[in-house]
């Protein structure tokens, strides 16, 4: 590791730290500055102030010793050349800072830093070529642990629906039928408990989770098909037989979205004729 290019990349850190540093010191410095100022210029004595009448009614009368009056009053002849000078010093201190860092900050020193990025990579190279690996494949096994057993083997699931039914079985059947009990699944399911006449609430609802099925069985299949691909199947959470049982689950996923879909289409279109 070179020493050199080290000692610069230090240099470069302390003299920014210092900078923030004096920076954040005249900021805090002016601050206080303009405390003082405002002090010394609005603070009047109690004896200078009026106090207003009391205000009478039926509920609340208050004396003029009970009104607490304030003792801060704005003084019109107030002076502003304080600020101004404050407010110079401020954008010299700005500028400086500006001008130090662009010149600490020069194209020598960037490619200094760069380079000693660079070693530190190469130094560390199978460190981190390990570390990338072992992260890669355990968040990949867990995302398809995840949506394996803790999603896709959901009895519950809308492509579970009708398990009686092969595919074949389910795109054969009389589709009339087929969409009436599925609007009824779907009332059972998903109905509202706070109003149970609530139309809309079951189709949205039903909506959203089989949105939800498909989006989570093509991101198992792609994942999937990506490792099988690459031959790394072996090594992770998952098979053929697994793969093959979301691509059914997929198909039969989106046949009942197509039966929803159509009657819904079907649906509206009624309803605009009626009206």
Known sequence: MNIKIINNTLCIIHTIKEIFMVYIFHTFLFLFSFLCISHSHYAQSPSQISTPAAITNNYYAPTSSSICTPQIQFDPNIKVENYSE??????????????????????????????????ILWHYRYTAACATLVGSYSIISLMLLVDYYNYLQNPNLWARWKTEYSFEQLCSAP??????????????????????TDFTHPLIMFLTAIDEEIAICKR????????????????????????????????????????FLFWLSDYNLNNNKTN
Do not use: W
């Not at 990506?226 to 059914?248: A, V």
């Open 220 to 259: 198992y299949i792609s994942i999937a098909k990506t490792i099988k691909r690459l031959g790394l199947i072996k090594i992770f959470p998952t098979n053929d037989s697994k793969l093959h049982e979301i691509n059914e689950l997929l198909q039969r996923t989106l046949f009942i979205k197509h039966l």
């Open 175 to 196: 589709q009339k039928e087929l969409t009436q009990e599925l609007l009824m699944a779907i009332n059972e399911h998903n109905y509202n408990k706070n109003n149970p």
């Open 86 to 119: 404050m407010s110079v010093k401020i954008s010299n201190i700005t500028m400086q800072c500006i001008q130090k860092i662009k010149e600490t900050i020069t194209p020598e020193n960037c490619q200094t830093f760069k380079n000693l990025i660079l070693q």
